[in-house]
């Protein structure tokens, strides 16, 4: 439902919501969506300077659907909005801070390694079970993470599937800074308002030069779609997919 993606304008700042709380802010279809159509907003809207991304206490977001997942894996169309969603990260022009709260798996932590600025809570942990679930990353994520993380880490993340602390992703590069649950949201719209408030254009530029082109992590992310996507349809990726439900229902 779009209710569980909730958006929200304060002054300059658009606010991304993920707001279902009872999935532990599992993404579906629609919620991609929402969210890849509210970034295409803000970029046109010249009063809007910066996105915001937000969870829920305790939960920024447990990945991807998994029924959406097995939807795919059945033989079924999985649709377009993930990849959509991805490619929009990929190419917003406004900058992008998020505030993580406890849970945040694949996407989850994915999304971040778009963000100029990510601020999570001491009981945050990311992680990315894609190799465990017989999938392969995404998000551009096999491109960003070695450039931020070193070639180990980005293994240790994504590979082995590694959980990273809140302290050890602010040691490795991985997010900005770690406060207090309490102070999550407050320190995220400040810094948000910060940016707000910098030259527009002089900000793009800097962004842009710090980006440096898309066309590398634009074409990653269509590589790599295509290996999830064959992934998906695997026995390895469905058996492990199986697998994993059934021990989410024991």
Request: hydrophobic fraction near 45%; glycine fraction near 10%.
């Amino acid at each position: 439902m779009t209710d569980h993606i909730l958006v929200e304008r304060q002054g300059a700042i658009q606010i991304i919501r993920m707001n279902r709380p009872d999935k532990k802010n599992a993404l579906t279809r629609a919620m991609y969506a929402k969210m890849s159509a509210a970034l295409a907003e803000g970029d046109a809207d010249p009063a809007i300077r910066v996105h915001v991304f937000l969870g829920v206490p305790g939960a920024f977001s447990s990945g991807n659907d998994l029924a959406d997942f097995m939807v795919v894996a059945s033989g079924g169309d999985g649709g377009t909005e993930v990849w959509d969603f991805l490619m929009a990260l990929a190419r917003v022009e406004k900058a992008i801070v998020s505030g993580v709260d406890g849970i945040a798996v694949g996407i989850g932590t994915t999304l971040n390694l778009h963000c100029d600025l990510t601020f999570a809570t001491p009981r945050t942990v990311f992680r990315t079970p894609f190799v465990d679930l017989g999938l392969v990353p995404e998000a551009g994520s096999s491109l960003l993470a070695p450039r931020i993380l070193g070639q180990q880490g980005a293994f240790a993340l994504l590979g082995l599937g590694e959980g990273f602390s809140a302290e050890r992703a602010k040691a490795a590069g991985l997010i900005y800074d770690v406060v207090e649950e309490a102070a999550l949201e407050a320190s995220v719209l400040a810094a948000a308002s910060q940016i707000a408030a910098k030259p527009p254009q002089a900000l793009k530029i800097a962004r842009d030069l710090m980006r440096g082109s898309r066309d590398d992590l634009v074409a990653r992310i269509g590589e790599e779609s295509e290996h999830f996507r064959e992934r998906l349809k695997s026995d390895e990726a469905r058996a492990a997919l199986t697998a994993f439900m059934t021990r989410k229902k024991g």
